[in-house]
Nanobody, 121 residues
Framework: QVQLVESGGGLVQAGGSLRLSCAAS??????YAWFRQAPGKEREFVLA????????YYADSVKGRFTISRDNAKNTVYLQMNSLKPEDTAVYYC????????????????WGQGTQVTVSS
């Protein structure tokens, strides 16, 4: 059974850093993405990576602060978040699909359970 298991969320002060992990069991996908959902808001795209060559795609709101990377040996995708802001507070979800990268969450077939990130001011 395919699973995406996330870890690494928590509480951090503004300006701090966190690293989230998304470990895929069962198989490797062509595309991985991170989405987030803040209270009362729709889930939004954060960034994505193409597994084959490591190409990355970022939302403007996180460029220069967040980085996505992968570890082939561990079949794991990472989200490094630096210079965190209170507006980054959300539940972060890892997602995967077999096809091209899309910015819409409806295109992704596999999802992690979500991990809470809270940034205090």
């Amino acid at each position: 059974q395919v699973q995406l298991v996330e870890s690494g969320g928590g509480l951090v002060q503004a300006g701090g850093s966190l690293r989230l992990s998304c470990a895929a069991s069962g198989r490797t996908f062509r595309s991985y993405a991170w989405f987030r959902q803040a209270p009362g808001k729709e889930r939004e795209f954060v960034l994505a990576i193409r597994w084959s060559d490591g190409s990355t795609y970022y939302a403007d709101s996180v460029k220069g602060r967040f980085t996505i990377s992968r570890d082939n040996a561990k079949n794991t995708v990472y989200l490094q978040m630096n210079s965190l802001k209170p507006e980054d507070t959300a539940v972060y979800y890892c997602a995967a699909r077999d096809g091209l990268i899309y910015y819409s969450d409806s295109r992704y077939d596999y999802w992690g359970q979500g991990t809470q990130v809270t940034v205090s001011s």
